[in-house]
């Protein structure tokens, strides 16, 4: 989606702030005990009271309202009778629709202490976003994002994961410019449109390079196994830079 209208604008930083409360509401929500399909249900239940719609359900007939992947997952992870525990990287990601506009959010959380590898990654997972997110511009190239984050993570020591990318979202959850890397890569020669709407979500690891798919048909592990963080805002690329509407409020 490129946006053109101010009441486009307007229509899309109202989804982005539901998925926001609905993320941190959630992450607010985890105590011991708690399975992913609790969970789920609670952000099933602040959706629709903001009259907005699961977009993995609606647009793929995912088992879930949101996706909730729990230590080895990395991403698509369906809510189920998981219990967490303290110790647990979490990571959720709630994208949904409101009159026509898609937002799409996610970051991994830390339930309960975590060891201090855990704890860096996840503090770098989210620095990466931001590197990323500071790439974006109307005119600037689209590899740049990911040429940003791979120096990024190349200086801390980090792996990305190079089949799980960026994507185009506004009108569906999914559309042009339907992948963007967000590791390094010569060969995208695309600038950024003003008004773009896209997301942002660089999947950092210490060792995975790629996302393989688990036995259900949804959710992906790393290979080579190891741990890995996701953080995702949904933007709109300005002459200014970007404006994250994935903000709670």
């Known amino acids: 989606m490129t946006i053109t209208k101010e009441d486009e604008l307007t229509g899309l930083q109202e989804i982005g ?7 941190q509401s959630m992450a607010k929500a985890m105590e011991p005990g708690i399975t992913t399909r609790e969970l789920d249900a609670i952000g099933r239940d602040l959706l ?9 359900e609606a647009t793929y007939d995912f088992p879930g309202a949101t996706c909730i992947s729990v230590n080895e997952e990395i991403a698509h992870g369906i809510p189920g009778d998981r219990v967490l525990v303290r110790g647990d990287l ?12 898609f937002a799409d959010t996610g970051a991994t959380f830390r339930f309960g202490p975590v060891r201090p590898a855990q704890d860096r990654l996840c ?9 990323g ?3 974006v511009g109307s005119g600037k190239p689209l590899a740049g994002i990911g040429n940003a984050i791979g120096r990024f ?7 990305l994961i190079r089949n799980l990318a960026s994507h185009g979202v506004g009108k569906a959850l999914h559309e042009y410019p339907e992948e963007i890397a967000t590791w390094p890569t010569r060969r995208d020669k695309r600038r ?11 999947f950092l690891s210490t060792g995975g390079l790629w996302a393989t798919e688990g036995t259900d048909g949804w959710t992906l592990y790393a290979e080579p196994p190891a741990p890995v963080v996701q953080f995702e805002h949904t933007v709109v690329a300005t002459e200014r ?9």
């Open 192 to 202: 950024i449109d003003k008004g773009l709407v896209l997301t942002v979500e660089p």
């Open 133 to 135: 997110i500071a790439q």
């Open 90 to 101: 979490v990571n959720i990601d709630v994208s949904a629709s409101k009159h026509g506009y």
């Open 17 to 23: 702030r539901i998925v926001a409360n609905t993320l």
């Open 48 to 56: 629709a009271q903001e009259g907005a719609v699961s977009a993995p």
């Open 123 to 131: 503090r770098d997972g989210k620095r990466a976003m931001q590197v």
């Open 153 to 159: 993570a190349a200086q801390r020591g980090y792996t």
């Open 241 to 249: 830079g970007a404006i994250i509407v994935t903000l709670p409020g």
